[in-house]
Each structure stands twice: as C-alpha cells, then as structure tokens.
C-alpha cells in the first residue's frame, strides 16, 4: 500500500539538533554521567540511544554504556501479531540495578511499547530510575505513560502514520507524517 507524505517534521540538521539538546537535558537531570546506561527499544530506539551515547560521550568526555532491549515477547498483542514473531535480541552487556535508565524510542504513540520494555527491563535487574526520552511524541495514548525527554510533540489523526528514517539503515536522516492512499 502507498502512503502520500503530508508533513515533513524533521531533517538531517533538525534531527541532530534534537538529539544534542536531549543530551544535554539528559545530563542536566542525571546531575552527569555517573551510574547512567542507555537502553534502546529495538529497532529505531536503539538506533536513537546510540547516538544520545555518543553526543554525551563527547560532551561529557566519558564513554556511557549502552544497550539495546526486545520486547517483542512481552507485548500484549503478541498473538495479534502473527504465529512467528520475528526476534531482534536483547543485548545488554552490563547489570542495571542501582542505575539510572534512560530508556529510548523514536516514537511514543499509545504508550504499549514503553509499558513492554519497562516489562523487559525489570527481568534485568532493579534501576535506580527509570527515564523515557522519545524523539517524537504523536500523542493518542492508552497508557498513562509520558516521555520525560521529548524531541518535539506532533499531533497526529489516529490514520496517520509517524514515519522515521535513520541514516544507519534506510541511508538518510528524516521524519515525516504520512497517510495511507
């Protein structure tokens, strides 16, 4: 099916922009890096946390570890979804207890996915705190989850789609809002 592109809400520059001043707020609510990780959801979350890593590894001069989390098996839609769903692996190579968790996604929309990786998470360990950084917030939730770092807020009709391209996997840096034709 082909989508018809209605607004485009980021580029390459804005993008970077973005993710600079979420570093910095990052920082500024951790009081710096000590006992601080990041953790993307897979996919675009963890595409996002690597970048968040490396501008507060150069702002603050220290490397922040990272890792990525699945939460493909505990979604609550898991059968919905189809019989074989597709696995992309956890990889954290660290213990989050006693840490402060920044936990990344691209976007925030109902708030099920968010509610799944805070699910995930807890098997691995007890965080100090838990924080949500989101590049896109489109609204529309049914959790009563919040991004405590939001690149920008767009509004959103429900048969719209938040379409986000990263620059490691679809070979530019965008973000637009489209519809189904």
């Given amino acids: 099916m082909e989508t018809e592109v209605i607004k485009k809400i980021l580029d ?11 570093s910095h707020e990052i920082l500024e609510k ?13 996919r675009g979350g ?22 990525s989390i699945d939460i493909t098996l505990y979604r609550d839609d898991i059968g919905e979804v189809g019989t074989q769903p597709l696995m992309k692996g956890t990889h954290l190579e660290f213990d989050i207890s006693g840490k402060k968790v ?30 949500l950084a989101v590049l896109l917030d489109r609204g529309h939730r049914e959790l009563p989850i919040r991004a405590d770092y939001v690149g920008k807020n767009i509004p959103t009709a429900l048969e719209e789609e938040v379409v986000v391209h990263f620059e490691e996997k ?4 965008e973000v637009y809002v489209a519809r189904k034709k």
Avoid at 30 to 42: F, R
Avoid at 46 to 67: D, T, W
């Fill in 102 to 131: 920044v936990l990344v996604d691209d976007v925030l929309f109902t708030g099920r996915t968010v509610r799944s990786a805070l699910d995930a998470l807890v098997d691995f360990g007890r965080p100090q705190w838990v924080r």
């Fill in 30 to 42: 951790s009081k710096g890096t000590e006992n601080l990780v990041i953790v993307g959801i897979e």
């Fill in 12 to 22: 390459a520059e804005g993008m970077d922009r973005v993710i600079t001043r979420i």
């Fill in 170 to 173: 679809d070979a530019m840096d």
């Fill in 46 to 67: 963890a595409i996002l946390a690597e970048r968040f890593r490396k501008k507060i590894s150069l702002i603050e001069n220290v490397i922040i570890p990272k890792g």
